[in-house]
T-cell receptor, first 113, second 111 residues
Framework: DSGVTQTPKHLITATGQRVTLRCSPR?????VYWYQQSLDQGLQFLIQ???????AKGNILERFSAQQFPDLHSELNLSSLELGDSALYFC????????????FGPGTRLLVL | AQTVTQSQPEMSVQEAETVTLSCTYD???????LFWYKQPPSRQMILVIR??????QNATENRFSVNFQKAAKSFSLKISDSQLGDAAMYFC????????FGTGTSLTVIP
């Protein structure tokens, strides 16, 4: 158990809908990262937040947005969902920077029908 | 653009033997980090080992070690005394200005 929690574990929704994925980092970690793992794109870094501020951005679509709240939990919002958004979404946390050891949550499996 | 290539989609090793997983990357950056992550059937990502590019000494973590060849842009992972629990997908990752992952190598450990 990494100490990072993600909810929900599974999510099934329809195209065009909007969903919110939630992540709670390990105690003491200030950074939260979001990743997408899909069959055709592999594992991709989406975005990093550090202590409430966006720190680094990867291949995150404009339909996706994230935020980190004062209690350091983070939410990833996916809107106007498409079939290709079906993937495993990981959240990870670390004390600070991207190069530090990141602890991954168990992931949220999203299926868009 | 930086890319990470894992040329072995699948590998197998006999229990207690040694196996080496390959990874090459392309970059024009001089400062970066390299990682190997393990993803077992549970799908959770676990950091195996990391290497700072400025360090010449190869990183080691118990049975796991890397062969980092900066000039050749190569970063292979050696697993010694393979155990059944090592069976997983292994991802090589590069972190410079961006974070990139390879496509993974599926490792089977044969009892």
């Amino acid at each position: 158990d990494s100490g990072v929690t993600q909810t929900p574990k599974h999510l099934i929704t329809a195209t065009g809908q909007r969903v919110t994925l939630r992540c709670s980092p390990r105690s003491g970690d200030l950074s939260v990262y979001w990743y997408q793992q899909s069959l055709d794109q592999g594992l991709q870094f989406l975005i990093q937040y550090y202590n409430g501020e966006e720190r680094a951005k990867g291949n995150i679509l404009e339909r996706f947005s994230a935020q980190q709240f004062p209690d350091l939990h983070s939410e990833l919002n996916l809107s106007s969902l498409e079939l290709g958004d079906s993937a495993l979404y990981f959240c990870a946390s670390s004390v600070g920077s991207l190069e530090e050891t990141q602890y991954f949550g168990p992931g949220t499996r999203l299926l868009v029908l | 653009a930086q890319t990470v290539t894992q040329s072995q989609p699948e590998m197998s090793v006999q229990e207690a033997e040694t196996v080496t997983l390959s990874c090459t990357y392309d970059t024009s950056e001089s400062d970066y980090y390299l990682f190997w992550y393990k993803q077992p059937p549970s799908r959770q990502m676990i950091l195996v080992i990391r290497q700072e590019a400025y360090k010449q000494q190869n990183a080691t973590e118990n049975r796991f070690s890397v062969n980092f060849q900066k000039a050749a842009k190569s970063f292979s992972l050696k697993i010694s005394d393979s155990q059944l629990g090592d069976a997983a997908m292994y991802f090589c990752a590069y972190l410079g200005n961006q974070f990139y992952f390879g496509t993974g190598t599926s490792l089977t450990v044969i009892p």
